[in-house]
């Protein structure tokens, strides 16, 4: 049988837990509010926006968003509906496809952006200190090093 958590631990987690899904729910809720995005909508024209040429292979995004194929394909549907992205052939390997952001993606992240700043900054950010900052970073920078690692993939 598995040892169970110290008390210290055992509150870390659990205000982990509680404290994490409520700012995932508020982020969320406040994105929808200001922008019609979702989490998953806001995520993905970040990456697009960051890529080169606004484009990503369809495999290195999910591996980016650490959804599965068949999650990405169904997100990328529905954004490409909205007009947000576009689905094309890979230019260099026409057996694969690249998500492409839109015009209408890249003005729907601009126009989120600001207010989405404002969310995280009200909900988490403002009222961290730097070295609490600093930690959070160590922590989540060391977690997600070794999740990866675990999985035997650079991105997921």
Known sequence: MTESLDSARLAAWRAYIEA???LYTRLEDDLRTDSALTFAD???????SEAPGQRL???????RLIFS??????????????????????????????????????????EA?????????????DDLDDAEVACLTRIFERLGRRLR???GRPHN
């Open 42 to 48: 806001y995520h993905v024209l970040v990456l697009l």
């Open 149 to 151: 690692a675990a999985t």
């Open 113 to 125: 952006a600001p207010r989405h700043l404002l969310s995280v900054r009200t909900h988490l950010m």
């Open 69 to 110: 194929p068949s999650r990405l394909t169904y997100q990328i549907s529905t954004m490409q509906r909205r007009g947000l992205v576009a689905r094309e052939s890979c230019p260099d390997d026409r057996r694969g496809s690249e998500a492409v952001l839109t015009a209408a993606g890249l003005l729907a992240l601009r």
């Open 57 to 63: 292979r369809m495999g290195e995004l999910a591996s």
């Open 20 to 22: 994490s899904q409520r």
